[in-house]
């Protein structure tokens, strides 16, 4: 293993991250209004349809990108409307609005492009790549060669996030809605709204995420695309414990392994390192769920102490 394959694993890692990061910022905006949103997976993939298609149609970018974060947007409004106004089960509308854009997509890529699996070619283009390092220096230029504005951006939305939620009046009254949301509301806050904007800004940001993953280094759409970064990006929320800057590196441990799993195909079964990412997945959401439970159990017997 040579010095030049690592940095092109580096480079993979970053570029494997930028969906699950911007996945992760909008389940954990859910999180601070108390909105359990599952359907990060179907946002994501809907937007990458979405994208691709008027790509495919126009050429244009900005067209494109609009295309992919308006679909997102719009799932994850209605995702909104569902469990917010109508109160219904979040398990429920999850579970069906990804199933419903799984089987949505792999319908219309057959209605629209008379094709199934995959969607490529026809001049699609890719989004803008970053000035890169010179080649004078390998190591530098190897570990960002080929990153979008778009993976830069995503660290940028974290710290803006950040900043947002922590150091404005408006982040203060969307955390509160999640910590109390009666006392909320007699402040004059209105709390359903809140939580509908936070669950389309969570559809607008996975968006973001679709578009990175059918324009970015490949452009391309297949079925099925999202592969599970929206349950990993809730593994990610929740080990980062829903704050920005700490999403952004638990984004980049789940890019790790999503990128560790298709490098190591050369030296390992490829249906092992294919389930490395899911694997982890499912030890990140146990180990929290864990931590959580304990640290409940803690505070409920200091409080049986203090009576």
């Not at 209004?33 to 691709?52: D, R, S, T, Y």
């Amino acid at each position: 293993m040579t010095s030049a394959y690592l940095i092109s694993i580096i480079n993979s890692i970053l570029r494997m991250t930028t969906p699950i990061l911007f996945a992760t910022l909008g389940c954990l905006l859910c999180n601070k209004v108390n909105v359990f949103n599952i359907a990060l997976e179907g946002q994501m993939l809907i937007a990458a349809f979405a994208a691709i298609s008027v790509n495919y149609y126009t050429h244009s970018i900005p067209l494109s990108m609009l295309a992919g974060v308006a679909a997102g947007g719009i799932v994850g409004f209605i995702v909104g409307i569902f469990q917010v106004k109508l109160k219904a089960k979040d398990m429920i509308v999850g579970t069906s609005m990804n199933l419903l854009v799984s089987s949505f997509t792999s319908y219309m890529l057959y209605i629209l492009f008379a094709t199934r699996g995959s969607l490529t070619g026809n001049g699609m283009v890719g989004l803008h790549k970053i000035p890169n390092f010179p080649e004078s220096m390998p190591v530098l230029y190897g570990m960002f060669k080929n990153l979008t504005y778009l993976d830069v951006f995503g660290y940028i939305t974290a710290v803006l996030i950040f900043i947002f939620l922590y150091r404005t009046v408006p982040g203060f009254h969307v955390m509160s809605v999640g910590l109390n949301k009666e006392a909320t509301r007699s402040l004059g806050t209105k709390v359903d709204l809140t939580q509908i904007l936070a669950v389309t800004m969570s559809g607008i940001l996975c968006g973001l995420g679709g578009v990175a993953l059918c324009m970015g280094n490949v452009v391309i759409f297949t079925e099925g695309m999202s592969a599970g970064r929206g349950y990993m990006a809730m593994a990610a929320s929740s080990l980062a414990g829903a704050h920005p800057l700490g999403a952004i590196l638990s984004s980049l441990f789940f890019g790790t392994a999503v990128a560790s799993s298709i490098a190591l195909q050369s030296y390992i079964n490829g249906q092992i390192t294919l389930s490395f990412p899911y694997i982890m997945t499912i030890l990140i959401m146990a180990v929290s769920g864990y931590i959580k439970y304990r640290r409940e159990n803690r505070h409920h017997i200091r409080k049986g102490k203090t009576k």
